[in-house]
Nanobody, 126 residues
């Protein structure tokens, strides 16, 4: 059974940093795109960042470019999201997700991702 578990969320002041981690179990995902999504209260889930199977390609939503960095460790079957210069508008539940298909390209649509974690809350106070 595939399981994705996020950790690292919490409460931080604006301008601060957090590092989210996603640990996968049940199968290895070294051939799969992995990504982060977030959902703020009352809003739809949105794409944040994704990384190719090799780590050689990354994609970010415009609002986090230059502040967030996605990375992965295929040997450990994990993925991380380093979040710096956090803003109150970054407050959301952050979800780890994996594209179950072996693709060379990164997709940002929610339907492209087959496996999801339970989410971790990130709250940025002003």
């Amino acid at each position: 059974q595939v399981q994705l578990v996020e950790s690292g969320g919490g409460l931080v002041q604006a301008g601060g940093s957090l590092r989210l981690s996603c640990a996968a179990s049940g199968r290895t995902f070294f051939n799969n795109v992995m990504g982060w999504f977030r959902q703020a209260s009352g809003k739809e889930r949105e794409f944040v960042a994704a990384i190719s199977w090799s780590g050689g390609s990354t994609l970010y939503t415009d609002s986090v470019k230059g502040r967030f960095t996605i990375s992965r460790d295929n040997a450990k079957n994990t993925m991380s999201l380093q979040m710096n210069s956090l803003k109150p508008e970054d407050t959301a539940i952050y979800y780890c997700a994996v594209d179950g298909a072996r693709r060379s390209t990164i997709r940002i649509g929610i339907p492209a991702y087959d496996y999801w974690g339970q989410g971790t809350q990130v709250t940025v106070s002003s």
